[in-house]
């Protein structure tokens, strides 16, 4: 009797994508398992999964076999014909930035249907928007979404119409590139237990979080320099913990035996991803006096008629003092309003009620009560770091062009030239831990933690003492962000910073502040110290979040 053979079987993979490889790959995805590949940016994750989809070449060599595929995919043309027939029907792709694979132009309903006329050739059209309604509610969204533009959807929401999309033709194999990332832990789940569903699929789900592929797939490759360089199993509903049981399964152990997760034996990398999972912790520490107080704030969006404008209320009745050192956390799902509070006190948003800043070492004279307007002065002490550091900066200017523009508005402020602005530069480099080697990179040569502490520094460049940072780590890998974090507790530690932190993640919100406050559709349903809300949450709201918590 012939042994069962793989669903996808890869061995002795080399592929050259200019100065980086991928080298010796070998890994095999059996029918209706979930695996899990695991690594650093830049490991070569999302290469080898475009590589196994034929969207890129890179002068591959070696053996990629999927079952019924007679030929070899790793010598078909990218533009062969027969990826057309491979593409969604046999193995489909979700891709990490679902709103930036949507096309903003068209609606949720005619891409749906486009995929249909492109791999569903026999179902007529008039059946397509019954198909398309089933797909939306399989995937846990009203049908009437079909009308909509992918701009009005939430995160959750674009990455559901992409899941919805990818299983209208039944693929065998799932693809998913950081299905998760920059999601709250409540979608998170979510989106875990809906790819979970699909039990005729098997998938390969593709992240830097190790922590959450763990509660996810069966067994996990791990990725390092366009290498695998570690194989694990785990306990599952699928293999039961047993390594007898992948042999029973006809699962070809010789080239890399499974470890366990918790094997002294796991390669030096895959314990440094382990490592990683576990976050540095604010030093306890006094805080220092007051310096942004929020009394009964709120903030409110303004949509403009031809004759009439109107007010849509986003958040209210926010009340915090901020004191100096000190940081406050900010949670909530997506939606609750947690940017639009960091909007709203930057004044990019309509808002209502107080917002005071107190300068350091200031007279009761010298408080700045903010109104409408933002000045100068406001600026100089209010800064913001972005969610996504590469989006943020001028992919026009250099790093050195960068700080020297933040520096220029600093010195229009207090009316003298900053002396020497090159050697300043160099100095918030070495503060946020780049060299002088960075003064003359653009954002698309640097990596995401590098782009992000040029964005710091650019921040510290104004001379603010008081940073919003706006899910500061979200986009980053574990390795990264744990690095982000140090970084940013070392600087409060040295310059007496203040922050206010929004974040969809708990453990961030855990590692660097000692208040939270918990947004739930734009009203404060839970606010105290971080130990006292995390141990004894009173609100459904922080209770679901805490349960979703990964």
């Known amino acids: 009797m012939k042994a069962p053979e793989p669903l996808l079987y890869v061995r002795d993979l080399r592929a050259e994508f200019g100065d980086f490889a991928l080298q010796d790959i070998a890994l095999e995805v059996w029918s209706k398992e979930h695996v899990g590949i695991v690594g650093e940016s830049g490991s070569g994750k999302s290469l080898l999964a475009k590589l196994l989809m034929g969207l890129v070449q890179g002068n591959a060599c070696g053996d990629i076999r999927l079952q019924g595929i007679e030929q070899n995919l790793a010598t078909i043309p990218i533009n062969s014909p027969l990826w057309r027939t491979i593409r969604a029907q046999k193995i489909a792709y979700i891709p990490q930035s679902p709103k930036l694979s949507l096309n903003p132009l068209h609606t949720i309903y005619k891409q749906l249907a486009e995929m249909c006329a492109l791999h569903l050739p026999s ?19 009203e049908p009437s979404i079909k009308h909509r533009l992918p701009h009005t959807l939430s995160g959750g929401q674009a990455q559901r119409v992409c899941i919805a999309m990818m299983s209208l033709a039944r693929p065998r194999l799932l693809i998913c590139d950081e299905p998760t990332t920059a999601l709250d832990a409540h979608i998170q789940s979510q989106i875990l237990a809906l790819l979970d569903s699909f039990m005729e699929m098997a998938i390969v789900f593709i992240t830097h979080d190790l922590g959450l592929i763990e509660r996810f797939a069966g067994r996990l490759y791990v990725m390092q320099g366009g290498k695998i360089c570690d194989h694990l199993v785990r306990d599952s509903a699928l293999f039961g913990g047993d390594l007898a049981l992948l042999k029973k399964r006809h699962i070809s152990l010789e080239f890399l035996e499974p470890k366990r997760l918790d094997s002294s034996s796991l390669h030096p990398y895959t314990r440094k991803l382990l490592n ?5 912790k604010k030093p306890d520490a006094s805080a220092g006096e007051v310096c942004l107080s929020l009394q009964d704030f709120a903030v409110y969006h303004t949509t403009k008629g031809f004759f009439t404008r109107q007010k849509t209320p986003a958040i209210q009745g926010v009340n915090l003092r901020l004191r100096v050192g000190d940081s406050i956390g900010i949670i909530g799902a997506s939606g609750s309003g947690k940017s639009s509070l960091a909007l709203g006190i930057l004044g990019l948003e309509g808002h209502l009620g107080g917002l005071s800043i107190y300068p350091q070492n200031a007279t009761p004279k010298e408080l700045i009560y903010v109104d409408k307007k933002r000045d100068r002065a406001f600026v100089s002490m209010v800064q913001i770091v972005f969610q996504d550091p590469l989006l943020a900066l001028n992919p026009r200017m250099c790093v050195l062009e960068i700080l020297q523009e933040a520096l220029q508005a600093r010195a229009s402020h207090k009316v003298k030239k900053i002396k020497a602005p090159t ?3 160099l100095e918030l480099l070495e503060q946020v831990g780049l060299s002088s080697s960075f003064l003359y990179r653009y954002s698309h040569t640097l990596s995401g933690g590098e782009a992000q502490r040029v964005c710091i520094a650019r921040a510290l460049a104004s001379g603010a003492k008081i940073l919003l940072l706006d899910e500061p780590t979200s986009a980053l890998d574990k390795n990264t962000q744990k690095d982000i974090i140090t970084l940013l507790l070392e600087l409060q530690s040295a310059f007496g910073l203040s922050y206010v932190v929004i974040s969809h993640d708990l453990n961030v919100i855990e590692a660097m502040c000692t208040e939270v406050i918990v947004l739930d559709s734009g009203q404060v349903v839970e606010q105290g110290g971080v130990e006292q809300v995390f ?16």
């Open 423 to 425: 050697l300043k530069a």
């Open 276 to 280: 990683a999972i576990i976050l540095p």
């Open 123 to 141: 179902i007529p059209k008039a059946k397509y928007q019954t198909l398309i309604d089933q797909a939306l509610e399989s995937v846990g969204l």
């Open 535 to 550: 141990s004894s949450p009173t609100h459904p709201c922080t209770r679901a979040l805490l349960r979703a918590r990964i």
